[in-house]
C-alpha cells in the first residue's frame, strides 16, 4: 500500500541552522501539508501545498519556513533559522481528491530537537 | 473552546469494555475525520464522516455525527490493549470551492489494560 515517507526520521540541530525536512507524498496525491506536534501537545497546521504554491498558512509558518516541491516527487520544509521552539515531532500528509478536505494521509515524522 | 475539542482528554478502561470519546466544533464543517496516534509515530486516518452523514461504522468503530449540536462521538467496541494511542478528531471546512483546511483538536488519550 502507498504511504507517505519521510527523512529524516530526527534531526538534532543547534540553534540558528537551517534544517531542511524531507517527504515523499503519495505519489498521485496533489495537495501536500506540513504539520507539527509539539512533545504532549496538539497537531498544528503550518501549511498547505496545491499545484506549486502555497494555498494556506499558519501564523506558526513565519518567514522562517518555506516549502518547497523541487521535484516530482519530494516536498521540503526548510527552517531558516531555528530557534529552540522549533523542537517538536514535524508530520507530512498529502491527500487527493479535489478539495483538500479529504483523507489526509501522514508519514511517520521526523522528529527535530534544537539546541 | 478551540474548533475540535475532544472531550475527555484521558480515558482509561479495561480490555473487552467500550470506549467513547467526543469532539465539539464551532463552525460549519464540510467533513470531520478521527485519527488515531500510537505513542511517537504518525497519525492513522480511521474513519471520515461527512456532514451530511449521521453515522459510520468501520469494524469495531462507530462514529456519529451531530451538525445542529456541532459534536461528534468516537465508539471503540470491545476494546483491545492494541487501542492503546491517542485520537484525534479533525475538521475539514471548505474555505472555497476547490479548497479547503484541517483543524485538529487536542487528543484523548486512551489506555486499554489488560
Known amino acids: 500500500e502507498p504511504e507517505v515517507t519521510q527523512t529524516p526520521s530526527h534531526q538534532v540541530t543547534q540553534m540558528g541552522q537551517e534544517v531542511i525536512l524531507r517527504c515523499v507524498p503519495i505519489s498521485n496525491h496533489l495537495y501536500f501539508y506540513w504539520y507539527r506536534q509539539i512533545l504532549g501537545q496538539k497537531v498544528e497546521f503550518l501549511v498547505s501545498f496545491y499545484n506549486n504554491e502555497i494555498s494556506e498558512k499558519s501564523e506558526i509558518f513565519d518567514d522562517q519556513f518555506s516549502v518547497e516541491r523541487p521535484d516530482g516527487s519530494n516536498f521540503t520544509l526548510k527552517i531558516r533559522s531555528t530557534k529552540l521552539e522549533d523542537s517538536a515531532m514535524y508530520f507530512c500528509?498529502?491527500?487527493?481528491?479535489?478539495?483538500?478536505?479529504?483523507?489526509?494521509?501522514f508519514g511517520p515524522g521526523t522528529r527535530l530537537l534544537v539546541l | 473552546s478551540q474548533q475540535g475539542e475532544e472531550d475527555p482528554q484521558a480515558l482509561s478502561i479495561q480490555e473487552g469494555e467500550n470506549a467513547t470519546m467526543n469532539c465539539s466544533y464551532k463552525t460549519s464543517i464540510n467533513n470531520l475525520q478521527w485519527y488515531r496516534q500510537n505513542s511517537g509515530r504518525g497519525l492513522v486516518h480511521l474513519i471520515l464522516?461527512?456532514?451530511?452523514?449521521r453515522e459510520k461504522h468501520s469494524g469495531r468503530l462507530r462514529v456519529t455525527l451531530d451538525t445542529s449540536k456541532k459534536s461528534s462521538s468516537l465508539l471503540i467496541t470491545a476494546s483491545r490493549a492494541a487501542d492503546t494511542a491517542s485520537y484525534f478528531c479533525a475538521t475539514a471546512i471548505l474555505l472555497t470551492d476547490s479548497w479547503g483546511k484541517f483543524q485538529f483538536g487536542a487528543g484523548t488519550q486512551v489506555v486499554v489494560t489488560p
Open positions: 500528509a498529502s491527500s487527493e481528491g479535489t478539495s483538500g478536505t479529504e483523507t489526509q494521509y
Open positions: 464522516i461527512r456532514s451530511n452523514e
